[in-house]
C-alpha cells in the first residue's frame, strides 16, 4: 500500500551536500529542535534524526518539531528529512502529513527494496553500509530503489562505534581513496561520514563525493552555526554550488521491469480535474501533472487526458496520488481512468501511435 503524502516529492531535487545527523543523545543537552535551527542557518542541505533510544511516539514528535523548523526557516522545498531506521515511524508520520520525506536505512536495518515497496515513488530512500561492501550493493541494486548512498566510516567515531573503517584504511588518504574508487563507479550520489572533521571537507570533496555527514561536527560543536557554515564552505571552495545529478529512475515499475515475471504491462488514461472553480482549470490540471511526470513512469500529455505506462500496482499508486493533489486543497475532484491490461507487451505508449502512423503511410502509398 502506498499512503497518501500531501507535499510534492523532492527526489529530483535531492542535495546532500551538507548532510546533519541527529537526535537528543548528540546535542550535549540542547534541544534537537535548536541545533537543526542554526545548522539551518549554517547551510546544511538535508536532516536525518537519528533517535537510537527513543521511542516510535517521540520519534514521530520529535519529527514533527523539526519539520516546523524548517518550515520556520523557509526551506520545507529544498530541505528534506528523513528518519533513520524506523520505517514505521516514517509511515505513520507521513499518514499524519508530517513532512517527512523519507528514511535512511543500513544493511541489519529494513531491506530499502522494501522501503520503496512501502513509501511509494515520491519518497527519498538512502543507504548505508562499509564501502566494502557498496561496491557488491551497487551492482545489485535495482534502478530507482535508492536515492543516495552513504559511505564510512572515515574516521573512528564515538556515536557509531560499530561501523569499521572503509576498507580496514590504515590512514586518512586510504579512507578517501576507497571513497573515490566508490564515487567513479556509482550512478547513485555518495555521501561520506563518520568522524568526518573540516580538514576532511576538501579532500572528499575532490574524491568526487556528492557531500559529508556528520553528527558530532555540528550537533555537539559549542556553535552549531558556525560550525555548519566552516563546513559548507570548505566544500564549497572546491564544488562550488554544484549539485549531484539524481540517482537514475526506472521507467516502468518502481522495482519491476517489463522483464521482471512479476510485471503487469497497463496502458492507464487518465484526466483528473476540479469541479467548482471556474471554467480554466489549466492551473489546477498543472498540478496533477506534475505528479504525473514525477512518478518516473512513461507518459504523455495531451489536450483531453494524459497516457501512462507501467506496472499495474505503480500506476494505480500513481493515479491515487495525483488525484489527492486537488482533494486536499478542498477542492472537489473528478477522475476519469481507463486501463488497458495487456500480458507481453510494453512501451505500447508510442508502439500504438507508431503502428496506427505506418498503416496511415501504407495507405498513401
Same mark, same amino acid.
Given at each position: 500500500?502506498?499512503? /497518501?503524502? +500531501?507535499?510534492?516529492?523532492?527526489?529530483?531535487?535531492?542535495?546532500?551536500?551538507?548532510? %546533519?545527523?541527529?537526535?537528543?543523545?548528540?546535542?550535549?543537552?540542547? +534541544? $534537537?529542535?535548536?541545533? #537543526?535551527?542554526?545548522?539551518?542557518?549554517?547551510?546544511?542541505?538535508?536532516?536525518?534524526?537519528?533517535?537510537?533510544?527513543?521511542?516510535?511516539?517521540?520519534?514521530?514528535?520529535?519529527?514533527?518539531?523539526?519539520?516546523?523548523?524548517?518550515?520556520?526557516?523557509?526551506?520545507?522545498?529544498?530541505?528534506? %528529512?528523513?528518519?533513520? @531506521?524506523?520505517?514505521?515511524?516514517?509511515?505513520?508520520?507521513?499518514?499524519?502529513?508530517?513532512?517527512?520525506?523519507?528514511?535512511?536505512?543500513?544493511?541489519?536495518?529494513?531491506?530499502?527494496?522494501?522501503?520503496?515497496?512501502?513509501?511509494?515513488?515520491?519518497?527519498?530512500?538512502?543507504?548505508?553500509?562499509?564501502?566494502?561492501?557498496?561496491?557488491?550493493?551497487?551492482?545489485?541494486?535495482?534502478?530507482?530503489?535508492?536515492?543516495?548512498?552513504?559511505?564510512?566510516?572515515?574516521?573512528?567515531?564515538?556515536?557509531?562505534?560499530?561501523?569499521?573503517?572503509?576498507?580496514?584504511?590504515? @590512514?586518512?588518504?586510504?579512507?578517501?581513496?576507497?571513497?573515490?574508487?566508490?564515487?567513479?563507479?556509482?550512478?547513485?550520489?555518495?555521501?561520506?561520514?563518520?568522524?568526518?572533521?573540516?580538514?576532511?571537507?576538501?579532500?572528499?570533496?575532490?574524491?568526487?563525493?556528492?557531500?559529508?555527514?556528520?553528527?558530532?561536527?555540528?550537533?555537539?560543536?559549542?556553535?552549531? *552555526?558556525?560550525?555548519?557554515?566552516?563546513?559548507?564552505?570548505?566544500?564549497?571552495? $572546491?564544488?562550488?554550488?554544484?549539485?549531484?545529478?539524481?540517482?537514475?529512475?526506472?521507467?516502468?515499475?518502481?522495482?519491476?521491469? !517489463?522483464?521482471?515475471?512479476?510485471?503487469?504491462?497497463?496502458?492507464?488514461?487518465?484526466?483528473?480535474? !476540479?469541479?467548482?472553480?471556474?471554467?480554466?482549470?489549466?492551473?489546477?490540471?498543472?498540478?496533477?501533472?506534475? #505528479?504525473?511526470?514525477?512518478?518516473? %513512469?512513461?507518459?504523455?500529455?495531451?489536450?483531453?487526458?494524459?497516457?501512462?505506462?507501467?506496472?499495474?500496482?505503480?500506476? %494505480?499508486?500513481?493515479?491515487? /496520488?495525483?488525484?489527492? $493533489?486537488?482533494?486536499?486543497?478542498?477542492?472537489?475532484?473528478?477522475?476519469?481512468? *481507463?486501463?488497458?491490461?495487456? !500480458?507481453?507487451?510494453?512501451?505500447?505508449? /508510442?508502439?500504438?501511435?507508431?503502428?496506427?502512423?505506418?498503416?496511415?503511410?501504407?495507405?498513401?502509398?
Amino acid at each position: 500500500m502506498t499512503n /497518501r503524502f +500531501p507535499y510534492a516529492s523532492m527526489r529530483d531535487i535531492l542535495d546532500v551536500s551538507a548532510y %546533519l545527523v541527529l537526535g537528543p543523545d548528540d546535542t550535549h543537552g540542547r +534541544p $534537537v529542535t535548536d541545533v #537543526v535551527a542554526q545548522a539551518l542557518r549554517g547551510g546544511v542541505t538535508i536532516v536525518q534524526l537519528r533517535a537510537k533510544h527513543s521511542d516510535a511516539g517521540e520519534i514521530i514528535a520529535m519529527a514533527k518539531d523539526i519539520a516546523q523548523v524548517i518550515a520556520d526557516a523557509g526551506k520545507s522545498d529544498t530541505v528534506p %528529512l528523513l528518519i533513520d @531506521d524506523r520505517l514505521d515511524v516514517v509511515l505513520a508520520a507521513r499518514d499524519m502529513g508530517i513532512k517527512v520525506d523519507g528514511v535512511h536505512v543500513g544493511q541489519t536495518d529494513v531491506p530499502a527494496t522494501a522501503c520503496r515497496r512501502l513509501l511509494g515513488p515520491d519518497a527519498i530512500v538512502g543507504l548505508s553500509a562499509n564501502t566494502t561492501e557498496l561496491f557488491d550493493i551497487i551492482e545489485e541494486l535495482p534502478a530507482g530503489v535508492v536515492d543516495y548512498i552513504g559511505a564510512g566510516a572515515v574516521h573512528p567515531t564515538t556515536t557509531k562505534p560499530e561501523a569499521t573503517l572503509i576498507e580496514k584504511a590504515a @590512514d586518512d588518504s586510504d579512507s578517501i581513496a576507497a571513497i573515490g574508487r566508490l564515487c567513479a563507479i556509482s550512478d547513485y550520489p555518495v555521501v561520506a561520514g563518520g568522524g568526518v572533521k573540516l580538514a576532511d571537507v576538501a579532500p572528499l570533496a575532490r574524491a568526487g563525493a556528492a557531500g559529508w555527514f556528520v553528527v558530532s561536527a555540528i550537533a555537539g560543536a559549542d556553535d552549531p *552555526q558556525a560550525a555548519t557554515s566552516e563546513l559548507v564552505k570548505a566544500w564549497k571552495d $572546491v564544488k562550488g554550488d554544484a549539485v549531484h545529478a539524481p540517482a537514475p529512475h526506472p521507467q516502468g515499475g518502481i522495482l519491476t521491469g !517489463p522483464d521482471s515475471p512479476d510485471y503487469v504491462n497497463t496502458m492507464a488514461q487518465l484526466t483528473i480535474w !476540479p469541479t467548482g472553480v471556474g471554467e480554466e482549470l489549466s492551473e489546477y490540471v498543472a498540478q496533477v501533472i506534475r #505528479v504525473i511526470r514525477e512518478s518516473g %513512469l512513461d507518459n504523455s500529455t495531451h489536450a483531453m487526458s494524459t497516457d501512462i505506462e507501467g506496472d499495474y500496482d505503480d500506476v %494505480l499508486a500513481m493515479v491515487k /496520488r495525483a488525484a489527492f $493533489v486537488l482533494y486536499d486543497h478542498g477542492y472537489r475532484t473528478q477522475v476519469s481512468l *481507463q486501463m488497458d491490461m495487456r !500480458p507481453g507487451f510494453s512501451g505500447q505508449i /508510442r508502439k500504438k501511435v507508431e503502428l496506427v502512423d505506418h498503416i496511415l503511410d501504407e495507405e498513401r502509398d
